[in-house]
């Protein structure tokens, strides 16, 4: 108790003494288990995706539910690193293991599992009967996505391979190989907002893509926002593929990234993350048509190297998991599955016409 009242006075001290446009929040929990994924279920429960599968919290009364066990594929998923929810089904995704498991919210009952290696997903999301996967083939040779199709939408079913193109990589050859050599954290993410509009970012070119539930391509956010792009992405995957502390010093902590992409009540909003020093933190950033409307810090932050933040958004109620390790050797252990991890959630703006565009 002592330690999570010393993190709840951090958050609160932070929010008064940053600048104006930091969002304070109002609900920090300690986990007993490690979270790498949250998702709204409805206004009074969250998923949350972890080593203990994706368990279901209570937010009325603090009780927690199994939804989806650490069983194997296909009565389980181990260590889901990501889950999203449309409020019906739940879909958990390990994208570095190639297995996904979807399920019914009320039950539990199964509605697809898959396990292949013929598919590197990045990032799911679900709405009604339709899924959309952030990711690119693959054969026995590596990325089989010439074309450069960054997003595929289908049933919820585990073929992934018959699904349709929705948003293609259209920014030339160095982009399309950005994408392909991208993994789960680095590589970008999907969101679907409340009339069925896809949101859509990546890693290999700049912006925010929408495309109407129809699949029609609407608009480009954000077009200005080169600095997201990670341009090193075949280092991330091969030259410091088992060397995660210089894949953080040397490349991700060397550039604001994109942890996530939420949908507020003023638009998509990316969640940003930015190394300064020896310190994490991270900003909601929303894209207007060439760069951004207004930049929001969110008053937490970790120590570095190593740290990525997760998020959901409810109408204003945002979620977020993330780990904060209690001690600088804590920090540079290159296994972060022991760091403490913590629910925080936030209430957004009504509005960002308040904010300062930047």
């Not at 279901?56 to 998923?77: C, Q």
Request: hydrophobic share 45%; charged share 20%; with cysteine.
């Amino acid at each position: 108790m002592k330690r999570l009242a010393a993190v709840l006075v951090f958050f609160f001290f932070a929010a008064t003494c940053l600048a104006g446009d930091t969002l304070a929040p109002v609900s920090v929990r300690k986990l007993d288990t490690s979270a790498s994924g949250v998702a709204w279920i409805d206004s009074g429960r969250l998923a949350i995706a972890g080593r203990s599968g994706v368990r279901v919290l209570s937010l009325r009364d603090g009780s927690w539910a199994e939804l989806i066990s650490t069983t194997p594929i296909p009565n389980g998923l181990p260590d889901p690193l990501s889950v999203v929810s449309d409020g019906r089904s739940v879909v958990a995704s390990n994208g570095f293991a190639r297995s996904e498991f979807g399920c019914r919210v009320e039950d539990g009952e199964r509605i697809f599992a898959r396990s292949s290696p013929w598919f590197m997903v990045i990032d799911v999301a679900v709405r009604q009967s339709n899924l959309y996967v952030l990711g690119w083939p693959v054969d026995a040779h590596g990325a089989n996505n010439a074309g450069g199709i960054a997003v595929w939408r289908g049933p919820l079913s585990p073929h992934f391979e018959n699904f349709e193109p929705l948003h293609r990589i259209e920014s030339g050859p160095k982009s399309v190989a950005i994408f392909n050599d991208s993994l789960p954290f680095y590589g970008g993410a999907i969101a679907i907002e409340p009339d069925g509009t896809v949101d859509v970012i990546t890693a290999a070119e700049a912006g925010v893509f929408q495309y109407s539930s129809d699949g029609a391509f609407r608009r480009r956010l954000g077009a200005g926002l080169g600095e997201l792009i990670i341009s090193r992405m075949h280092d991330v995957n091969f030259k410091f593929s088992a060397d995660a502390l210089g894949r953080y010093r040397e490349i991700i902590n060397r550039q604001p990234i994109a942890d996530d992409l939420v949908v507020t009540p003023d638009g998509p909003a990316i969640v940003v993350r930015i190394a300064t020093s020896d310190w994490i933190t991270w900003e909601l950033w929303y894209p207007n048509a060439t760069r951004l409307a207004q930049r929001i810090q969110l008053a937490i932050r970790r120590r570095g190297p190593f740290g990525h933040l997760a998020c959901d958004a409810r109408g204003s109620d945002l979620a977020c998991v993330y780990q904060a390790p209690e001690s600088a050797q804590q920090a540079i252990a290159q296994d972060q599955r022991n760091v403490p991890s913590f629910l925080v959630q936030f209430k957004l703006p009504s509005s960002r016409a308040a904010g300062s565009a930047r």
